[in-house]
């Protein structure tokens, strides 16, 4: 992708219509890895080799 996001416009609610990452929830017994890896062929239908991946934690207090 040589410096490029690859970003999914969303159909459902919440925000609907706006933009995101590809993201979900993982399923039991998923690495980290394997649930992004998974989601983004899910719903960008995207192929690609994960080289490596970077875990963190956002908290969204607009929404506490």
Same mark, same amino acid.
């Given at each position: 992708w040589q410096d490029k996001?690859?970003?999914?416009k969303r159909n459902?609610?919440?925000r609907f219509?706006?933009?995101t990452?590809?993201?979900g929830f993982m399923e039991l017994g998923e690495t980290v890895?394997? =649930?992004a890896a998974r989601? /983004?062929?899910e719903e960008a239908g995207a192929q690609f080799?994960?080289?490596?991946?970077a875990? =963190?934690?956002?908290?969204? /207090?607009?929404l506490m």
């Open positions: 996001v690859l970003l999914c459902i609610e919440p219509g706006k933009w990452l590809p993201a890895s394997e =649930g989601e /983004t062929r080799e994960l080289e490596g991946l875990v =963190g934690l956002v908290r969204n /207090t607009m």
